[in-house]
């Protein structure tokens, strides 16, 4: 009789200490990872804050640099277009110098 009475209050008091723990413990848990996780955004706020001034002065820069160059032509390289006039139909056809690759 006498340890069916310790096993009941041994129940008895894991449960207590076990809604206790649920209504008192968790809450200030996830409380502190709350916070931790605001901290962790935080410095990567930082960090994005520093790429981004970064990435203003990368473009301040190319501007300058394009800025001082001379115009460079974009055309592919093998593709020529002449500089006569286009030239429609069948007339096209006879002449050396068409549009199109070398």
């Known amino acids: 009789m006498v340890d069916m009475y310790l096993f009941y209050k041994g129940v008895i ?34 960090t994005t804050r520093n790429v981004t001034k970064r990435n203003a002065e990368i473009q301040i820069i ?22 006569s006039e286009y030239i429609y139909g069948d007339e096209c056809n006879s002449r050396s110098d068409n549009i199109g690759f070398k």
């Open 13 to 46: 008091i894991g449960t207590i200490i076990g809604v206790l723990s649920i209504t008192f413990i968790l809450p200030i848990i996830q409380q502190l990872e709350s916070v931790i996780v605001n901290v962790l955004e935080v410095i990567n706020g930082y």
């Open 62 to 83: 190319q501007s300058e640099i394009e800025d001082k160059l001379t115009p460079v032509s974009s055309s592919a390289i093998g593709f020529e277009v002449p500089n």
